[in-house]
């Protein structure tokens, strides 16, 4: 006896068309977000080596039949960008290192140690997310006026080192750690200070360098705080003292395109170095 039967294509086959389509449609998403960022960048970078007398005739075009380095001659002479940058970097190590360190034991405290209103004070804390900061502003600065810490490092960094977000993360990636951990170092006489610091931290790092990079780069870009607490040029951070330096020239654009490029590439620097311990810090405090 003869006869045929037909079988449907494997699902194996139908599962792996899907995955591949997946991925390309992800693929393609991936590249449309980075030109997204990318393109605004090569063209500041563009506009930045172009001469003025060609911006004026057409300030879109993306080619320049003379490059020069004009612009960036011109912030070196009439800036300060070394101290500028400098300040930039003292400001944002020091707010990070300060943010990382009491961000990381308010969440061990809310995370592993058991006391009454634990959750009340966690929720309070979260309620500090909806508090704009800019109501806040005015009663920082009368504060630091009072103890004269006006122009200085600790007059910028001080207040930024509040971080609901950090200790969100950190508390997050805390509670996934097993509690015997943590009840077996107690057992053997350990005091919470001394399993925060020996038994949790070292397995925390995917949170340090999360919380390290996303406060670095937030403070690095902050303008609004440096511009309210520092006149003095010389204490200034980059993003105003390039805005005092784009204030000076008035609207050149090729000058204003190369102060934004000198502030993106030092981030850019830092995400080419760290890009991995990025990805690790994102997938394992859980943050999608």
Do not use: C, H
Request: glycine share 6%; proline share 7%.
């Amino acid at each position: 006896m003869t006869g045929t039967t037909q079988t449907a294509a494997p699902a194996p086959r139908r599962r792996y068309d899907a995955e591949k389509l997946f991925n390309r449609v992800a693929l393609g998403v991936l590249v449309a977000f980075a030109l997204l960022w990318l393109v605004p960048l090569l063209f500041a970078t563009a506009i930045s080596i172009r001469p003025a007398d060609e911006i004026a005739v057409d300030p879109t075009s993306w080619f320049s039949s003379n490059p020069t380095l004009a612009a960036y001659e011109d912030l070196f002479d009439k800036g300060k960008l070394p101290y500028w940058y400098a300040n930039s970097f003292i400001v944002s190590l020091l707010t990070t290192v300060l943010t990382v360190g009491t961000a990381s034991l308010a969440a061990f405290g809310l995370s592993q140690v058991r006391f009454r209103l634990r959750r009340v004070a966690f929720l309070l804390l979260l309620a500090g997310i909806m508090v704009p900061m800019q109501v806040l502003m005015i009663p920082q600065f009368l504060a630091l006026q009072e103890v004269g810490l006006l122009n200085t490092y600790w007059g910028v960094v001080l207040p930024q080192v509040p971080n609901v977000v950090a200790v969100f993360v950190f508390k997050q990636f805390f509670d996934g750690i097993p509690r015997e951990l943590v009840e077996a170092a107690r057992a053997d006489g350990a005091g919470w200070l001394r399993t925060y610091w020996q038994i949790v931290m070292p397995v925390a790092r995917p949170a340090v360098s999360a919380v390290t990079i996303f406060v670095f780069v937030q403070v690095w870009n902050n303008f609004l705080w440096p511009l309210l607490v520092v006149t003095d040029p010389e204490m200034m951070t980059l993003p105003v003292g390039l805005n005092s330096v784009q204030d000076a020239f008035g609207i050149p654009y090729a000058q204003l395109m190369a102060s934004a490029v000198l502030g993106a590439v030092p981030l850019l620097v830092v995400f080419s170095l760290f890009q991995r311990r990025i990805v690790e810090g994102i997938a394992g405090t859980g943050l999608k």
